[in-house]
């Protein structure tokens, strides 16, 4: 959707910088001066307890000293409240009591079949949750149990699954009036080449919803139970949703914590990332299936400046660092960069969580920390820099010689 020229300026002009942040923050009042529109805070985008986020309310941008954040009425919403641009423009409009321009036909009938799509996805979802208590996700629930992922865990990850049926899902969703069309569409079933009713995609999987930044749900990944099946872990296909390359596994929750100054780590897979949050590592994402795209290391810089890349103890680890770091050389840019813990040998962060602790882990992305210490005593090899003023740590433990 397209705004008209000046509705933004205008915008800006009706609406208070200070009463939209004050809502997020607590002035301090020894610093500020209202009578100059002079606002200063602790900065809601990360920890800290002085008062370095500065609000110019004649002006109607802010920056903060510390995390460098800055922008205006709608990018503090967009952040604050992670909100897509367009959103963040809606709710200021509102409170200033302005009419949002009217949609373009075809926009609105593209962002009506998003809407449309991902409630047919959270429909989904729950029908997964409530086959994971049936008789035949004995195995599933064993298997989580194995893992050491508690009920409340599984309840807070929305932990479903998919039984071993040709079209359970299907028949769910027709039943609650979900046109055939949509379950298709949302990259839940497929057709079969020979024209005949759409199948389930998830069969005989435990389930892991994928959510965006907004929190809705754009697609479904899945574990087999078979040892047998020809892909043990598999996502859902590329839809109007879903974007496998442009999306992050817990972007929402890890964005929320890193701006509360928790390092955001970068997993492989579902149950790393689980396994780490649970453990305390709330910033925790990974790629969805693929290898890290220049999108999604784009989308991390977006969330955290220095990224810890935590890969599997394995030479298959080593080379995936090694992609990312020819992909990311070329993007580097002043006060951008990544780290890398490589973990010890046939470990991956949920092993290594379970087998000595998150304290572990901790040492193994902490800034400036002894690896050679924190990864089996592994001698760390050389770290390299090729953006002026950034602070790229191109570190390598554990590396298999």
Not at 236 to 261: I, S
Request: proline share 6%; net charge positive; with cysteine.
């Amino acid at each position: 959707m397209s705004l008209p020229p000046g509705f933004i300026d205008e915008l800006r002009t009706r609406v208070s910088l200070s009463q939209v942040v004050g809502r997020k923050v607590t002035w301090d009042m020894r610093k500020s001066n209202m009578a100059k529109g002079d606002w200063w805070a602790p900065c809601p985008f990360h920890q800290e307890k002085s008062a370095s986020f500065h609000v110019d309310d004649r002006k109607g941008f802010y920056y903060c000293f510390g995390c460098h954040a800055k922008g205006d009425a709608v990018s503090f919403v967009t952040e604050a409240d992670n909100v897509s641009f367009m959103e963040a423009v809606e709710i200021l409009a509102r409170e200033a009591g302005m009419q949002m321009p009217a949609r373009d036909p075809k926009a609105a009938e593209k962002a009506d079949r998003r809407t449309q799509l991902a409630q047919v996805m959270e429909e989904a979802v729950k029908w997964f949750r409530l086959q994971l208590k049936t008789s035949a996700a004995a195995e599933a629930r064993a298997y989580l149990e194995k893992r050491r992922m508690s009920p409340a865990a599984q309840e807070r990850w929305e932990i479903g699954f998919a039984p071993d049926q040709r079209q359970g899902l299907f028949h769910a969703l027709t039943q609650k009036g979900i046109a055939a069309d949509l379950i298709v569409a949302a990259g839940l079933c497929a057709k079969p080449d020979d024209g005949g009713a759409p199948y389930d995609r998830f069969r005989g999987r435990i389930i892991f919803p994928i959510r965006d930044a907004r929190g809705r749900a754009i697609s479904l990944g899945g574990r087999s139970m078979d040892p047998n099946a020809r892909a043990k872990y598999l996502n859902g296909p590329e839809t109007e949703l879903f974007d496998k390359g442009r999306n992050l596994f817990n972007h929402g929750p890890a964005r929320e914590a890193a701006g509360k100054g928790m390092p955001l780590i970068v997993a492989e897979g579902y149950m790393d990332v689980i396994a780490l949050s649970e453990a305390g590592f709330r910033a925790t994402v990974a790629p969805l299936g693929t290898a890290v795209t220049e999108d999604q290391l784009r989308l991390m810089w977006r969330i955290s400046d220095e990224p810890v890349i935590a890969l599997d103890g394995d030479t298959a680890g080593f080379r995936a660092a090694l992609r990312v770091i020819d992909l990311a050389l070329p993007l580097l840019e002043a006060g951008k960069g990544l780290r890398f813990a490589i973990l010890p040998q046939g470990l991956d962060p949920d092993d290594l969580i379970k087998a000595q602790g998150a304290g572990r882990c901790r040492r193994c992305w902490r800034p400036r920390s002894p690896w050679s210490t924190c990864c089996g005593g592994a001698k760390p090899r050389a770290a390299s820099s090729t953006a002026p003023n950034a602070r790229p740590r191109w570190t390598r433990c554990c590396v298999p010689r």
